[in-house]
């Protein structure tokens, strides 16, 4: 079992930053392709960006290219999302993802991934 814990949430207004964090525990981190998502109210749950730990593939949703940043620490079993310049559309709850089998391309689809935190609010208001 994976259990995942998002951390960093908050209220910053538009062109602010923020960076979120996931806790990870488990033996098989090191291994996991791991991601984050979002949900804006009314909105399903998107993509954001992920990173394949076993060769540091990375990859974003193109809205948040420039701006988001995603990395992992697997001494300390962590995952980040540094956000910069953040917009209103921003605005959502913001989940950590794992999968746990290997892949060859990143998946972006809730459905591919198999432990998921339990979020964390990101509020982007003036």
């Known amino acids: 079992q994976v259990k995942l814990v998002e951390s960093g949430g908050g209220l910053v207004q538009p062109g602010g930053s923020l960076t979120l964090s996931c806790a990870a525990s488990?033996?098989?981190?090191?291994?996991?392709?791991v991601a984050w998502f979002r949900q804006a109210p009314g909105e399903k749950r998107r993509f954001v960006a992920a990173?394949?730990?076993?060769?540091?593939?990375?990859k974003y949703e193109e809205s948040v290219k420039g701006r988001f940043t995603i990395s992992r620490d697997n001494t300390k079993k962590a995952l980040y999302l540094q956000m910069n310049s953040l917009k209103p559309e921003d605005m959502a709850v913001y989940y950590c993802?794992?999968?746990?089998?290997?892949?060859?391309?990143?998946?972006?689809?809730?459905?591919?991934?198999?432990?998921w935190g339990q979020g964390t609010q990101v509020t982007v208001s003036s």
């Open positions: 993802a794992a999968r746990e089998r290997p892949v060859i391309a990143t998946p972006v689809i809730e459905a591919e991934y198999d432990y």
């Open positions: 488990g033996r098989t981190f090191s291994d996991l392709t």
């Open positions: 990173i394949r730990l076993i060769d540091d593939g990375i």
